[in-house]
């Protein structure tokens, strides 16, 4: 596969650790997010999204929080596997406009 | 597989010609959106459409254009091409804009301008 950039902020962690990736996000009106993976090679795919009227949302071993104070969001992976390896985009969307925004990206490279 | 594809998945070309970027979305999905990603920009978006027409416009330069047609598919044109242009170019659709924002991705096409 192809890199998908080489000049991303990188978190390295060991396999079964617990990764948390943040975002900070810069339109006050924005009242969706939605973090996406992309692996290498591949487009974004979906992992999980957050209302601006919540502040926390499970899924299976992923947990995105929402600080609408500080405008900053992140992305918890329990139990980090191999397969986790990717690049994490969190997005952001003011519904008054219907697109969403990408942050730039975080890569997480997780060791066996 | 999100259902979303793109041809060609490769294309290399010289500065100053043009090609097409073709987009297939997922069936039932009336909204496509084509996104650029370069290694230091991340992910622009350049153009929407929903149903046929034109629904919001990001950062698209004037050399780029973009059309979806009856059948839902779309093209992006990309014209005068230019080293910097070389990137990977995503189409994205989604049931209705209004839903929120869960786009399906597809594998893009790598476009090398050399």
């Known amino acids: 596969g192809e890199s998908v950039g080489l000049h991303l902020p990188t978190l390295s962690v060991q396999e079964g650790d617990n990764s948390i990736i943040n975002c900070a996000y810069s339109?006050?009106?924005?009242?969706?997010f939605i973090w996406y993976k992309q692996e290498s090679g591949k487009g974004p795919q979906f992992i999980i999204d957050i209302r601006s009227n919540m502040d926390k949302r499970q899924g299976q071993r992923v947990t995105v929080l929402l600080n609408k104070t500080v405008k900053h969001l992140s992305l918890q992976i329990a139990a980090t596997q191999p397969g986790d390896s990717a690049v994490y985009f969190c997005a952001e969307l003011d519904s008054g406009y219907s697109t969403l925004t990408f942050g730039k990206g975080t890569m997480l490279l997780v060791s066996p | 597989d999100s259902g979303v594809t793109q041809t060609p998945k490769h294309l290399i070309t010289a500065t100053g010609q043009r090609v097409t970027l073709r987009c297939s979305p997922r069936s039932g999905d009336l909204s496509v959106y084509w996104y650029q990603q370069s290694l230091d920009q991340g992910l622009q978006f350049l153009i929407q459409?929903?149903?046929?027409?034109?629904?919001a416009k990001g950062n698209i330069l004037e050399r780029f254009s973009a059309q979806q047609f009856p059948d839902l598919h779309s093209e992006l044109n990309l014209s005068s091409l230019e080293l910097g242009d070389s990137a990977l170019y995503f189409c994205?659709?989604?049931?209705?804009?209004?839903?929120?924002?869960?786009?399906?991705f597809g594998e893009g096409s790598r476009l090398t301008v050399l």
């Open positions: 339109n006050s009106a924005s009242d969706y």
């Open positions: 459409y929903y149903n046929g027409e034109e629904r």
């Open positions: 994205a659709s989604s049931v209705d804009p209004g839903e929120g924002g869960e786009l399906f």
